[in-house]
């Protein structure tokens, strides 16, 4: 079993829906990231977390460190939200371990 | 992707020959992350860098594989004697001082072995 795990491994939704991708990881962490990757292109840290919930845009990233379980919801989704999403847990020296990510389609 | 620099973007070496990735990494950051994220799978830690110094290379495979962050000057991942089993994205982070910070990514470079 990985320590981090993504759900759903693909999702495909039509444009405005309401997104949510879930993470659980079985490790102590210090904070977790969620982090955005299109085809073919470079990786963008979306948030870094360890506690409670932040807000950029329409993205909303939640964490319940009791639980060992993180959420990324994304609203009103378009079609340019389109992407891999990848939930990456902090371990000791910052070492990032990777969940296995989320294929995100969004339909027109 | 917030300043961190990597080159080239693309690699192309024929097996036996030796690859060197490079990675500046964004200013005032001091910490150099490297992953590599094989074809259909998922990223995984390599190693990481303080400057002059290795901190965590629990990643590395044990042989052909180096990385350097030198006091002047970017990250070095290299690897000796490349395989077709090399071929894959390397991605190289950085961050600041201090625990946890946020790591910020580089482009990566796609290194295809033929």
């Known amino acids: 079993k990985n320590e981090v795990e993504q759900s759903p491994q693909n999702l495909t939704a039509q444009e405005g829906e309401f997104i949510t991708i879930n993470c659980s990881y079985s490790?102590?962490?210090?904070?977790l990231h969620w982090l955005q990757q299109h085809p073919g292109g470079g990786i963008v840290s979306l948030f870094m977390?360890?506690?409670g919930k932040k807000k950029h845009g329409r993205l909303i990233a939640t964490i319940n460190i009791q639980e060992k379980h993180s959420s990324l919801h994304i609203t009103a989704s378009h079609p340019r939200d389109s992407a891999v999403y990848i939930c990456?847990?902090?371990?000791?020296?910052?070492?990032?371990?990777f969940g296995q990510g989320t294929r995100l389609t969004i339909n027109p | 992707n917030a300043g961190v620099m990597q080159n080239p973007r693309h690699l192309v070496r024929r097996r036996g020959q030796e690859a060197r990735l490079r990675c500046s990494p964004m200013?005032?950051?001091?910490?150099v992350y490297w992953y590599r994220q094989l074809p259909e799978e998922g990223l995984k830690f390599m190693v990481y860098?303080?400057?002059?110094?290795?901190?965590?290379e629990s990643g590395m495979p044990k042989e052909r594989f180096s990385a350097e962050f030198p006091k002047e000057g970017p990250s070095i991942l290299r690897i000796q004697q490349v395989v077709r089993g090399d071929s894959a994205a390397y991605f190289c982070a950085s961050a600041s001082q201090g625990s946890p910070q946020p790591q910020h990514f580089g482009d990566g470079t796609r290194l295809s072995i033929l």
């Open positions: 977390l360890s506690s």
């Open positions: 490790v102590g962490i210090s904070a």
């Open positions: 990456a847990v902090i371990q000791g020296a910052q070492k990032l371990v």
């Open positions: 200013k005032g950051h001091s910490h």
């Open positions: 860098l303080q400057k002059e110094n290795i901190i965590d």
